[in-house]
């Protein structure tokens, strides 16, 4: 009786084992398909230039601001530009990337260092990062508003208060 025992315990831990390894093989395939929904086409629709001419109108002479953004295979990179009586000045690059597992916006302002975001929000039409430690702007996000318009929210500490910018932007053909 006791052989028995011991063959249908060796039964249940082999049945155990290729439980125990068919689970795994779920959970990877669960994380991968996770990871692959993860990627950087998440913010392909801010893809193209975005063009908001509110930004300097309190400047004499008025200018605008535009947004191009281009789409890579591993990252999805943009750089604002001022324009200006028809000069333009670029004066921020950015870049969308994973890094760590998690998504990073990296800013990069004209003549500064660079300034790196973690997601904290995303969806379908909405992502947000933010960077306690700065000043300002402390979170960026994104808001696609319709195929042709998104609005981008700037929102942190400045001259000692809480501030927060809002840009409407259209999309433009160049």
Not at 62 to 80: A, C, N, P, R, T
Not at 133 to 143: C, G, L, R, V, W
């Given at each position: 009786m006791r052989s028995i025992d011991k063959g249908m315990l060796?039964?249940?831990?082999?049945?155990?084992?290729?439980?125990?390894?068919?689970?795994?093989?779920?959970?990877?395939?669960?994380?991968?398909?996770?990871?692959?929904?993860?990627?950087i086409q998440l913010f392909q629709w801010?893809?193209?230039s975005w063009v908001d001419t509110m930004s300097f109108q309190r400047y004499n002479p008025?200018?605008?601001?535009?947004?191009?953004?281009?789409?890579?295979?591993?990252?999805?990179?943009?750089?604002?530009i001022k324009v200006?009586?028809?000069?333009?000045?670029?004066?921020?690059r950015m870049t969308i990337r994973e890094i760590d597992g998690?998504?990073?916006?990296?800013?990069?302002?004209?003549?500064?260092?660079?300034?790196?975001?973690?997601?904290?929000?995303?969806s379908d039409m909405f992502f947000r990062f933010s960077n306690?430690?700065?000043?300002?702007?402390?979170?960026?996000?994104?808001?696609k508003v319709n195929a042709d318009s998104l609005t981008i929210t700037l929102k942190g500490i400045s001259r000692g208060g809480v501030v927060e910018k809002e840009l409407q932007l259209k999309k433009v053909d160049f």
């Open positions: 060796r039964i249940y831990l082999v049945g155990f084992f290729f439980i125990v390894i068919s689970c795994s093989e779920s959970e990877k395939n669960i994380i991968k398909e996770g990871k692959e929904k993860n990627t801010i893809e193209g008025q200018g605008h601001f535009i947004e191009k953004w281009s789409l890579y295979q591993d990252s999805i990179s943009g750089i604002g200006v009586n028809g000069d333009s000045t670029i004066i921020e998690e998504f990073r916006y990296i800013a990069r302002p004209h003549k500064q260092s660079m300034i790196p975001y973690v997601v904290d929000s995303i306690p430690a700065h000043d300002f702007p402390q979170e960026i996000s994104y808001k």
